[in-house]
C-alpha cells in the first residue's frame, strides 16, 4: 500500500470538506506530535522513572501516576500554542483548560483523556489519549462552558491513540474511519486501515463481571444473554476485558463485539458507572456509529445526550450494531 500520512489522508479525501481547512489540520498536526512524545515515554516507561504515582489525585479521585500527569502537561503544551482553539477540557483537570492571551485562538473545542488505562500502565497492557473535537457555537463572547457543553452529534471529530505491540491513531472527521500506524522509522503515522467497518453483530462481549451484584437485573439480564448457550448465536460469546477502554474498544472495533460499562451501586458518588460522558463515551460513540455500530447509555443513542456538566458519567453499551440492538430491546422491555 502507498505510504499515506493522516494529513495527506485528510487533504485526499476530504478536499470539499470544511474538515479540509488549514486551521483543523494545524490542530491534528499538533495533536499528532503530542501523541508521538507520549508513545516515546510510554514505550521506555519501564527504563526511566515515569512509572509510579505522583502521590497527587485527579478530580476523578484517582490516584495521578506519573505518565497521566506526563501526557496531560504535553497535549496542554502543545495544544496551547496550536493557535486554533479556544478551550480545552481534560480528564485530568477539574475546569476548563484556558489558552493564555499570548497565543492566538481559533473556534476549535479539545476535549480529552490523555491517557486512559493508565492503571495499566506498570504491567505493560495497551493504553491511549482518547479525543473529541468541537467547534463553538458563538465566536462572540469568551467561551463558556456552554460552548463545551454540545452533545455527542455535535462533534467535528473524534478519535484515540493506542499505545500498545505498535502506536496507532484511528478517528473519524465524518466521512468514514481510518487507522494509521506510527512507524517509528520515519516518525510517521501511515494509513493501515483505510475506511474500518466493525462486523454487524460479534463474538466478544466485554465486561468487568465481578459487578455483578451492583447491576440491576436488566443489566444482569443483559450479561446473562451474551454468555447464554440460547442467545441467538445459540453459542457464548467470548469474554474479552482488558480494562483498558482504548484497548478493549480497539478489539471490538476490529473483531465486532461489545463493550459494556453499565451503572452500578458500587459507588454512591457514580451511580451512572466509572465512564466519562465528553472524554470517553463521545468520542468513541463517535467512532463506532462511522464505522456502522452503536453506542447507547441503555436506552438514549450517547451521541444525543445533553451534557449537563464536564466530568458527567454514563453507562456505556457500545459494538457491533445487532449486539447494542439486544441491549437496547432488553432494555426497552
Ligand atoms: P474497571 C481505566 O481506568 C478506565 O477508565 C477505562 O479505560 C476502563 O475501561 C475502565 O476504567 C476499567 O474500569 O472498573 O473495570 O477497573
Known amino acids: 500500500m502507498r505510504q499515506i500520512t493522516v494529513i495527506e489522508h485528510l487533504l485526499i479525501h476530504q478536499k470539499a470538506s ?3 481547512t488549514g486551521r483543523f489540520t494545524r490542530l491534528l498536526n499538533e495533536l499528532i506530535l503530542a501523541a508521538k512524545i507520549i508513545s516515546r515515554e510510554v514505550n521506555k516507561a519501564g527504563l526511566v522513572d515515569v512509572l509510579g504515582f505522583t502521590g497527587e489525585t485527579n478530580v476523578q479521585g484517582e490516584q495521578v501516576q506519573k505518565l497521566d500527569d506526563y501526557a496531560n502537561r504535553v497535549i496542554i503544551h502543545r495544544m496551547q500554542r496550536a493557535g486554533v482553539l479556544c478551550a480545552m477540557a481534560s480528564e485530568e483537570n477539574a475546569d476548563l483548560i484556558e489558552i493564555p492571551d499570548k497565543f492566538d485562538t481559533g473556534d476549535y473545542i479539545l476535549i480529552f483523556d490523555p491517557l486512559d488505562g493508565s492503571s ?11 479525543f473529541s473535537i468541537f467547534k463553538r457555537k458563538n465566536s462572540t463572547q469568551s467561551v463558556t462552558l456552554s460552548d463545551v457543553l454540545q452533545k455527542g452529534a455535535q462533534q467535528v471529530a473524534a478519535g484515540y491513540f493506542i499505545y500498545g505491540s505498535s502506536t496507532m491513531m484511528v478517528y473519524t472527521t465524518g466521512n468514514g474511519v481510518h ?3 506510527l512507524d517509528p522509522s520515519v516518525g510517521e503515522f501511515l494509513l493501515s486501515h483505510p475506511d474500518i467497518k466493525i462486523p454487524e453483530q460479534g463474538k466478544i ?16 439480564e443483559v450479561v446473562s444473554y451474551f454468555k447464554s448457550p440460547q442467545n441467538e448465536r445459540g453459542r457464548p460469546y467470548s469474554l474479552r476485558y482488558i480494562g483498558s477502554l482504548v484497548a478493549d474498544f480497539h478489539r471490538n472495533l476490529l473483531y465486532g463485539g461489545i463493550f ?23 468520542p468513541m460513540a463517535l467512532i463506532v456509529e462511522h464505522a456502522g455500530g452503536m453506542a447507547i447509555d441503555g436506552r438514549r443513542r450517547i451521541l444525543d445526550i445533553e451534557p449537563q456538566e464536564l466530568h458527567q458519567r454514563v453507562p456505556l ?9 439486544k441491549v437496547a430491546e432488553i432494555f426497552g422491555k
Request: glycine letters at 6%.
Open 179 to 181: 487507522g494509521f500506524t
Open 317 to 325: 453499551f457500545i459494538g457491533s450494531k445487532k449486539d447494542v440492538q
Open 260 to 282: 459494556m460499562y453499565p451503572a452500578d451501586k458500587k459507588d454512591p458518588k457514580k451511580p451512572s458507572g466509572k465512564l466519562r460522558l465528553l472524554c470517553e463515551a463521545n
Open 120 to 130: 495499566n500502565i506498570d504491567v505493560n497492557v495497551s493504553i491511549g489519549t482518547i
Open 205 to 220: 462481549y466485554s465486561v468487568n463481571e465481578s459487578y455483578w451484584h451492583y447491576w440491576d437485573e436488566k443489566t444482569r
Open 18 to 20: 470544511p474538515m479540509a
